[in-house]
Structures are given as structure tokens and as C-alpha cells.
């Protein structure tokens, strides 16, 4: 599912049948205003072998799938790049790339918090019912009534949340997800900050005011990510002050019972003791008190680490190397290609 490239060249391995390459075909993602909240062009009409590639541009975006139903909710098993962000005085831009492998039509938002409610929506092969689309986003027109494509199955996650559904792997039944608030006004904490999970359950953060992230660490270097490619990472994620709902999520699934220790990579938050855990043992030497009080003496952010028993379902910005994330689902298949260069 996911591929570590730095090059699309790489990926023709993925369209498997068609022996030529189709064509691509360019769509911006934001910019500066009055760009912002718009995709450029919103509507593209793509044949099987084509490639859709999305240049992320300011401020900070998704290119999330959904459906003609529901236009502001991730489609269940569908791709999401997650949040990309870009500073205004950028030169380089983050690319995602996606592969047409049929002709059914491919529903896209943002989930940044309030922009598909706005407009910032897009189509792959909409036919007549774009119009419907734009219009059951921004609430101009009731949402459809009618059964979506096959292609495309209605989600049951609520408006405007940006994780993939921790569907990379499905399994027979379904755990529990546990949802943790990430900051908020006056806060450098997560809430709670200390659970119990077990094997197939998602850990859902949601991340409030101001700027954090969910970096993995080890219990040994609290305020250290783990080696590149082993740990989990958000990526920084800011959330404006206005915002009061609708707020940006991120979920990784718990493969294991083994303790998870994670921390915000924000300046000296993890110093001022903003620290997370799963399944710390309360009766030992390795408690979530003694973590956090390990973080809280610790120096500054450093970049070191080991190893991970998670498994991410959407991978918004990675530290210290590229951003790659390959979602699959009903013929289509999205890929992340963001510079190490641009994470903030």
C-alpha cells in the first residue's frame, strides 16, 4: 500500500495494464488569495491510464475522496493525503498523484475545517452532477438522496473529518476508537493523555488551537522521534483560533499491547510536558507519570529513534523525509510525493 519514491516513474508498476502511459493532467490545490480555498480547475474529465496530479500550493490542504451523497465526509476505504502544508513564501511544491483505472467518478474535498463547506471541492469524471456536488457541499442544494456510484459507497464518519478511516486493513470486526483532543486555547496537552487500547483499535486525534503534531518517540528519549520510517508522525497542524468546529483528526490503528509513546514536536511543548501514551504500565518503572516527568527534564527536540506497533491511515507530513502515502480503492489509487524541504 505504501511506497517509498521519490520519483512517479516508479509507480507504473501500479496501472499494470496499460503499457503506455496516459495523460497527465494538472490541478492546483489553494494558493494565494484569492485562490485559497479552491481547486484549479474543479472538474477534469480523465480516461483509464491518466494521471491526476494535485501541486499543493497555500496554505494547508487535503485532497480527501468522498461521494455525490455525502461531499464533506471521507468515503469509506478511500485515499487521503492528508494535510500538506506550505508556507507563503514557498518556491517548491508538494505533489500528489493520482491513477485513473476506470471511468466511474471520483469525488474529492479539502477537510481543512470550514473549506468544503465553502466550495473547495473537486471531480473526476462528474458527468451532469457537478453542480449537485458543489451545491450539497456548500448546502445550496439537500444533499442526494439517491444510491452513489458503486464505485464509491457512502461513509459513516461524520462531516469533515481528515483521516482515511483507518482502512488500509480490513479486518472482521471492528475496535474501538479512541479520541483524543490535541491542544486547544491556553493548552499544551493531550486530552486524555494516557489510555488503554487494544489490538485493532484507532487512536483518533483532533487537533485544536494552536499548532501540534502526534510524533512517536521511545520512553528512553521522550522528546526524539523514532528513526525515519519506523515511527508515526503527523506533522505539524495548525488550527486557527476562529475555528470552533469541524476540527482537523488523525488516526493510527493499535497493532499490539506494547506501550506507545508519542509527544508534540512544537518548539518546547514536549519540554513543558505535552506527552501521550498507550498502554503504559501503571505498575512499573515505565508509568505515564515517569514518561512525562522524563520528558519535562529532557533538553531540546532532537531527531533520533527505533522502532513502531502502529499502523498509520493517513500520514499528513513526515519529518526529515519524504512525504509518501499510497491509498488503493475501487480503481484509483493516490499518491503523496511532498518534500522533506516544505514541513513547517
Not at 491526476?52 to 455525490?68: A, D, E, P, Y
Not at 491513477?99 to 468544503?116: E, F, K, M, T
Not at 528512553?220 to 528513526?227: A, E, F, R
Amino acid at each position: 500500500m505504501f511506497k517509498h519514491i521519490a520519483l512517479f516513474t516508479a509507480l507504473s508498476a501500479l496501472a499494470a495494464i496499460p503499457v503506455a502511459r496516459g495523460a497527465v493532467i494538472d490541478v492546483i490545490v489553494g494558493g494565494a488569495a484569492p485562490n485559497t480555498l479552491k481547486f484549479q480547475p474543479d472538474s477534469v474529465v480523465a480516461n483509464i491510464g491518466d494521471t491526476v496530479r494535485f501541486t499543493f500550493k497555500q496554505k494547508n490542504h487535503t485532497v480527501t475522496q468522498s461521494t455525490l451523497a455525502t461531499p464533506c465526509a471521507p468515503k469509506d476505504g478511500g485515499f487521503d493525503s492528508g494535510f500538506i502544508p506550505v508556507q507563503d513564501s514557498a518556491v517548491s511544491f508538494p505533489v500528489a498523484e493520482l491513477d485513473i483505472h476506470d471511468l466511474n467518478p471520483v469525488w474529492v474535498y479539502c477537510a481543512q475545517a470550514g473549506h468544503c463547506a465553502q466550495g473547495m471541492v473537486f471531480a473526476v469524471n462528474p458527468g451532469d452532477k457537478m453542480d449537485q456536488f458543489r451545491g450539497a457541499a456548500t448546502g445550496a442544494v439537500p444533499p442526494s438522496s439517491a444510491a452513489p456510484s458503486s464505485a464509491a459507497p457512502v461513509s459513516s464518519a461524520p462531516p469533515a473529518t481528515t483521516s482515511a478511516a483507518a482502512a488500509a486493513a480490513p479486518s472482521v470486526s471492528a475496535g474501538t476508537d479512541h479520541r483524543i483532543v490535541v491542544g486547544g486555547p491556553g493548552k499544551l496537552l493531550f486530552d486524555p493523555s494516557n489510555i488503554q487500547a487494544a489490538p485493532g483499535d484507532t487512536v483518533t486525534f483532533e487537533f485544536h488551537q494552536k499548532s501540534h503534531s502526534v510524533t512517536q518517540s521511545s520512553f528512553d528519549i521522550p522528546c526524539s522521534p523514532l528513526s525515519s520510517g519506523q515511527g508515526f508522525d503527523s506533522g505539524l497542524t495548525p488550527v486557527d483560533d476562529s475555528v470552533q468546529a469541524n476540527f482537523p483528526t488523525w488516526t493510527v490503528k493499535v497493532n499490539d499491547t506494547n506501550p506507545i509513546w508519542a509527544y508534540c514536536k512544537q518548539a518546547n511543548h514536549c519540554q513543558q510536558g505535552m506527552v501521550f501514551s498507550v498502554n503504559a504500565n501503571e505498575q512499573s518503572d515505565k508509568s505515564f507519570a515517569a514518561f512525562k516527568t522524563k520528558a519535562m527534564s529532557s533538553g531540546t527536540n532532537t531527531t533520533t529513534g527505533s522502532t513502531s506497533n502502529t499502523t498509520q491511515s493517513s500520514q499528513p507530513n513526515a519529518a526529515a523525509s519524504p512525504v509518501t502515502a499510497s491509498f488503493r480503492d475501487a480503481g484509483i489509487a493516490l499518491t503523496v510525493l511532498a518534500l522533506g524541504a516544505l514541513v513547517l
